[in-house]
């Protein structure tokens, strides 16, 4: 019963910051990179970001200044904060977990953004 449960999406105003959080649980956190996802309408997903259980980032070159990925392993949570957010940035936000070393990975359900004034 893996669960990967974002929540924190919304609207905000261009220029806005928001936070979204991914919880999850049935897995062993420590074990996974964790990643955040964006699909805009009409869009393939793309990668936003990625932080290895160590803390090592990467960052889609589109969002580097502006948005930061952090995790608490002791919380089983991955974060990403956003912000000088753009209507660019509308989109589904997707949590995922990925195992270092094997094929295995997860999906959440998804948080909307919407960035619009």
């Known amino acids: 019963q893996v669960q990967l449960v974002e929540s924190g999406g919304g609207l905000v105003q261009p220029g806005g910051s928001l936070r979204l959080s991914c919880a999850a649980s049935?897995?062993?956190?420590?074990?996974?990179?964790m990643g955040w996802y964006q699909q805009a309408p009409g869009k393939q997903r793309e990668l936003v970001a990625t932080i290895t259980s160590g803390g090592r980032t990467n960052y889609a070159d589109s969002v580097k200044g502006r948005f930061t990925i952090s995790r608490d392993n002791a919380k089983n949570t991955v974060y990403l904060q956003m912000n000088s957010l753009v209507p660019e940035n509308t989109a589904v936000y997707y949590c995922?977990?990925?195992?270092?070393?094997?094929?295995?990975?997860?999906w959440g359900k998804g948080t909307l953004v919407t960035v619009s004034s």
């Open positions: 995922n977990a990925a195992h270092f070393q094997t094929d295995i990975n997860y």
């Open positions: 049935g897995i062993r956190f420590s074990l996974y990179t």
